[in-house]
């Protein structure tokens, strides 16, 4: 099966040449590969510095993740089977895409993505997995799932194929067919929180989603490309807002939810001294409150 991957890239260029040099090194490689740059300073120096790999370069501005990887879509030929997201500060196990192929070659004909499985990050316990906050439509404690007040449950490590409710984007493959002429919705603009939940959950009534176990990668958070506390504090309310209503899922819950949620990140604030806690708290004031964009 052909596979086309898609990386989204802004001013991480030694994260890039890590991810590059981990496709590189696949037992299976990607039949294309499109980097979709937005940097102050072009990669193509990065692009140069690995080799056995079909890569090619789009520029784009202004920088979106939604947006970037919407112009890798368009760019990407209808000849292939399979469309794939990477984030680049993402690296694969060396026979990841060799695994996610496999599963391909069987998948079920209503399989709509399959994600990578993130090796470094574990399901980990807490006031989302109470049985009250699920009992209450808030949070769900089944790993991929999406409750009723339209917040996602992480998955982490997986040991065995895990069929979910959303996919996130930093490393999954779509069937081509069913994304070809999808597109990430654009109001998730700028630093684009919750556009992988909005563009898997779409699917979800029609489509099957899937973690596949073996084919393994892990993901290395990048300082670079992050906005401020404070703005990230306004964000993750605006766009969660904006997913439930477009999804028809419960704003009372959702509210509920994200004053938990802003709760849990003053406490951290007060208790560990953390300023972009309490900053990251302001903005959520702000954004509960209609006082930003």
Same mark, same amino acid.
């Not at 040449?17 to 499109?34: D, F, H, M, N």
């Not at 958070?221 to 309310?237: D, M, Y």
């Given at each position: 099966?052909?596979?086309?991957?898609?990386? $989204?890239?802004?001013?991480?260029?030694?994260?890039?040449?890590?991810?590059?040099?981990?496709?590189?090194?696949?037992? +299976?490689?990607?039949?294309?590969?499109?980097?979709?740059?937005?940097?102050?300073?072009?990669?193509?120096?990065?692009?140069? !510095?690995?080799?056995?790999?079909?890569?090619?370069?789009?520029?784009?501005?202004?920088?979106?993740?939604?947006?970037?990887?919407?112009?890798?879509?368009? +760019?990407?030929? /209808?000849?292939?089977?399979?469309?794939?997201?990477?984030?680049?500060?993402?690296?694969?196990?060396?026979?990841?895409?060799?695994?996610?192929?496999?599963?391909?070659?069987?998948?079920?004909?209503?399989?709509?993505?399959?994600?990578?499985?993130?090796?470094?990050?574990?399901?980990?316990?807490?006031?989302?997995?109470?049985?009250?906050?699920?009992?209450?439509?808030?949070? !769900? +404690?089944?790993?991929?799932?999406?409750?009723? !007040?339209?917040?996602?449950?992480?998955?982490?490590?997986?040991?065995?194929?895990?069929?979910?409710?959303?996919?996130?984007?930093? $490393?999954?493959?779509?069937?081509?067919?069913?994304?070809?002429?999808?597109?990430?919705?654009?109001?998730?603009? /700028?630093?684009?929180?919750?556009?992988?939940?909005?563009?898997?959950?779409?699917?979800?009534?029609?489509?099957?989603?899937?973690?596949?176990?073996?084919?393994?990668?892990?993901?290395?958070? !990048? $300082?670079?490309?992050?906005?401020?506390?404070?703005?990230?504090?306004?964000?993750?309310?605006?766009?969660?807002?904006?997913?439930?209503?477009?999804?028809?899922?419960?704003?009372?819950?959702?509210?509920?939810?994200? /004053?938990?949620?802003?709760?849990?990140?003053?406490?951290?604030?007060?208790?560990?001294?953390?300023?972009?806690?309490?900053?990251?708290?302001?903005?959520?004031?702000?954004?509960?409150?209609?006082?930003? +964009?």
């Amino acid at each position: 099966m052909k596979l086309a991957l898609i990386v $989204a890239t802004r001013n991480r260029p030694a994260e890039l040449r890590r991810l590059l040099e981990s496709l590189s090194a696949q037992s +299976r490689k990607p039949g294309r590969i499109v980097i979709v740059d937005s940097s102050d300073t072009p990669v193509s120096a990065v692009l140069k !510095s690995v080799n056995g790999l079909a890569v090619e370069c789009l520029r784009h501005w202004p920088p979106s993740a939604s947006g970037q990887r919407n112009a890798g879509l368009a +760019r990407v030929s /209808g000849d292939c089977d399979l469309i794939g997201f990477v984030d680049d500060d993402a690296v694969l196990e060396p026979d990841a895409i060799e695994r996610m192929l496999e599963f391909w070659e069987t998948a079920p004909a209503d399989a709509a993505g399959a994600g990578f499985n993130p090796l470094n990050q574990e399901w980990r316990l807490g006031p989302r997995t109470w049985w009250l906050t699920e009992k209450l439509g808030l949070y !769900s +404690r089944r790993p991929g799932s999406v409750a009723p !007040s339209g917040w996602q449950a992480v998955f982490g490590r997986v040991a065995q194929d895990l069929e979910v409710d959303w996919l996130p984007s930093g $490393a999954v493959v779509w069937r081509a067919e069913v994304v070809r002429k999808r597109r990430f919705d654009e109001f998730f603009d /700028g630093y684009s929180y919750l556009e992988d939940v909005d563009f898997s959950y779409g699917l979800r009534p029609a489509w099957r989603l899937y973690v596949v176990a073996g084919a393994g990668y892990r993901h290395y958070p !990048s $300082a670079g490309g992050r906005i401020s506390a404070r703005r990230f504090g306004q964000v993750e309310v605006r766009n969660r807002l904006y997913f439930v209503e477009k999804h028809g899922l419960c704003p009372v819950r959702c509210r509920a939810a994200l /004053g938990i949620r802003a709760g849990m990140t003053l406490i951290q604030g007060i208790l560990g001294l953390d300023r972009l806690a309490l900053t990251r708290f302001l903005g959520n004031l702000e954004a509960l409150f209609g006082f930003c +964009r």
